[in-house]
């Protein structure tokens, strides 16, 4: 029988001169191509409990995460002041202090890729006033995405967000969204590699011989029962558990496969692991101790300028532009992370770019204290306030009003001044003379 052209399984489906109503294609996920075939190159999910087992990771995590999770937060107006138009980023939540919520928050962005927090008050104006982290594992978004159909996405309902199985209001969630894929599923073989390797160089520390076999001496011959054979392997690492050597008989021989130490711990393996994961994380090799240079010295402001621009940048950016959108913060502000902190040189440094800084009127005296969390100079204060006293006098004086220290002191202090002491008396100019009058 001659196979069917496809015309005539066309008409016998009777298809025949119709096209169908829906055309609609189906992306099939490549872990799901992997399933049905039996094989494929893309490594499932890590949990992030076995990650952290791994010290490069929990290393990578505590240099990412604890890092940013130190730096605060600030909200800024148009003319770049710190503002306060929301208590929500002065304590986020109130039974957890902020760095514990900012590294959660980081944590979820590299590990997962996103990140909850739900708004547990608002202010009177209906911004988020505090907020607790939730965990991701907690949270979950209803609405199934649908094969493209007619080149539109379709969605099985609307979507809406769950926590711990209970509907919550869009208004009560805030999602920050990382720009880097999740560290967890995209670099899992590399963590999974580097855990294996851990494991089993921990295999070999417990036991002594690394690798070895039993066999009968010359002469013998032993009954090969499989049931004897594991009972005696069994007493054979009972007796081993306790002492170095155990006693196996006349009639067996240890035997032993050497290996260097070397070799035993596995080592060039283990680095190049733990480089992957340097990779795969964005951080120097160098800060999870694997030597890739020849380098002897680097400027440590330059190393941390290289880790903000290459790595922490992006984590920042994902939460400042998040808490800088209008459901977190009025409009005309914006978040901003501080680094001041995190740049911070040594001393002579500070101090040799301060002196800059006033020449160059970028820094004040009180910025400066500021700055080196000092607290502000109140000799100087009166000092200025003094000087600001004159120069009000001497701005009335040449429109013909004279006014007291009293009245100065006065005037300063509405302008924020705050000084309680009084000032000295200035000295009070002599009244101008008559203008002559003209003459008819």
Not at 172 to 179: A, G, L, N, Q
Not at 276 to 304: C, F, H, K, M, W
């Amino acid at each position: 029988m001659s196979p069917l052209r496809m015309e005539e399984f066309d008409q016998l489906l009777g298809l025949n001169g119709h096209k169908p109503d829906v055309q609609f294609e189906v992306t099939v996920p490549p872990e799901m191509t992997e399933g049905m075939t039996f094989g494929g190159s893309i490594a499932p999910r890590i949990s992030r409990a076995e990650a952290l087992q791994v010290p490069a990771v929990l290393r990578a995590r505590n240099l990412i995460c604890g890092t940013l999770a130190r730096l605060p937060i600030h909200i800024r107006d148009k003319a770049r002041n710190v503002a306060i138009p929301t208590p929500l980023l002065e304590q986020i939540d109130p039974d957890v202090p902020n760095v514990v919520t900012y590294a959660q928050t980081y944590e979820d962005l590299l590990f997962e890729g996103i990140s909850w927090w739900r708004v547990t008050d608002f202010t009177g104006t209906g911004y988020p006033a505090s907020a607790r982290h939730i965990g991701v594992e907690r949270v979950h978004v209803s609405g199934v995405d649908l094969p493209m159909l007619n080149g539109h996405a379709t969605s099985a309902g609307p979507l809406r967000v769950f926590i711990d199985g209970q509907p919550v209001a869009d208004e009560e969630v805030i999602r920050f969204d990382s720009p880097n894929p999740a560290l967890l599923r995209h670099a899992s073989r590399a963590i999974r590699t580097c855990l294996n390797l851990d494991t089993t160089a921990s295999m070999y520390a417990t036991e002594p011989l690394p690798l070895g076999y039993l066999s009968p001496r010359d002469g013998q011959d032993l009954r090969e029962d499989q049931d004897a054979v594991q009972e005696m392997l069994d007493n054979w690492e009972v007796a081993r558990r306790s002492r170095v050597w155990a006693y196996v008989g006349a009639a067996l021989e240890a035997k032993t496969l050497q290996f260097n130490a070397e070799q035993i711990q596995l080592a060039d393996q283990r680095q190049h692991a733990v480089l992957e994961i340097a990779r795969a994380a964005g951080v120097d090799p160098e800060d999870l101790g694997v030597s890739t240079t020849s380098r002897t010295y680097q400027n440590a402001e330059q190393r941390r300028l290289d880790l903000l621009d290459f790595t922490l940048a992006h984590y920042m950016a994902a939460v400042e532009q998040r808490l800088s959108m209008r459901d977190v913060i009025p409009p005309g502000f914006r978040a901003k992370v501080n680094l001041d902190g995190f740049l911070r040189g040594d001393t002579k440094t500070r101090m040799e770019t301060y002196e800059i800084g006033r020449r160059v009127n970028a820094y004040t005296d009180d910025e400066i204290r500021e700055l080196e969390d000092r607290p502000r100079n109140t000799a100087s204060d009166a000092a200025s306030v003094t000087e600001m006293a004159l120069i009000l006098q001497k701005i009335y004086l040449a429109v013909g009003v004279v006014i007291s220290a009293q009245e100065a002191r006065t005037i300063v202090n509405r302008a924020g001044a705050n000084l309680s002491a009084v000032l000295p008396p200035l000295p009070k100019a002599a009244a101008p003379s008559p203008a002559p009058m003209e003459e008819v």
